[in-house]
C-alpha cells in the first residue's frame, strides 16, 4: 500500500514557492512549472498532490505543501479526488486540505507563483542562496 500522504503544515515552510515573501530562485525550473499545471481545468491537472518540499520524497512523512492546499481551490484539485480514491489519502486529510486557509501571504495562482520563482533562478539573492543551502541540508535526496 502506498504511504499515507499527512495534511498540511500549519503554515507554508519558509521556503514554499507559494509564499509571496519567498525569494525569488530557490527552486529549479521544472519544480516552478509543476505549479502552473494545477492551475489548468480539473481533467487536464497533474494526478498527483503536491507534496512539502521539506521531506524526501521517498519519506514515509509526505505531507501535502500547506502553500498549494492554500493557493489552489482544494475541491477542483484532480490530485486529491484521485489519492482519497487510490488510499494515498484519507477523507479526514482531504477535508482538512478543502478547508486550509493560510496564515501567510500567497500568490493567487500556481502560474504567478512560477513567474515569481523564475525571475530569480539566473540570478539567486543572498537570501535566495541562503535558502538553497539550508534546503540542501535537509533534503537528502536532491543532488
Not at 519544480?31 to 521539506?54: G, I, M, N, W
Not at 482531504?94 to 539566473?122: C, K, T
Amino acid at each position: 500500500m502506498p504511504p499515507v500522504i499527512r495534511p498540511p503544515a500549519p503554515r507554508p515552510c519558509e521556503s514554499c514557492p507559494y509564499r509571496c515573501d519567498v525569494p525569488a530562485g530557490i527552486w529549479a525550473r521544472e519544480e516552478y512549472e509543476k505549479l502552473r499545471r494545477y492551475d489548468a481545468d480539473t481533467p487536464s491537472q497533474p494526478p498527483r498532490v503536491f507534496q512539502c518540499h521539506q521531506t524526501d520524497a521517498d519519506s514515509d512523512a509526505l505531507r501535502v505543501c500547506a502553500g498549494w492546499a492554500g493557493c489552489h481551490e482544494g475541491a477542483g484539485l484532480l490530485a486529491l479526488r484521485l489519492a482519497v480514491i487510490d488510499g494515498t489519502m484519507d477523507s479526514t486529510t482531504y477535508q482538512e486540505v478543502i478547508e486550509y486557509e493560510s496564515p501567510v501571504p500567497l500568490f493567487s495562482s500556481g502560474n504567478e507563483a512560477a513567474a515569481h520563482g523564475e525571475a530569480g533562478i539566473d540570478a539567486p539573492s543572498e537570501e535566495a542562496r541562503r535558502m538553497i543551502g539550508k534546503i540542501s541540508r535537509t533534503r537528502k535526496d536532491l543532488v
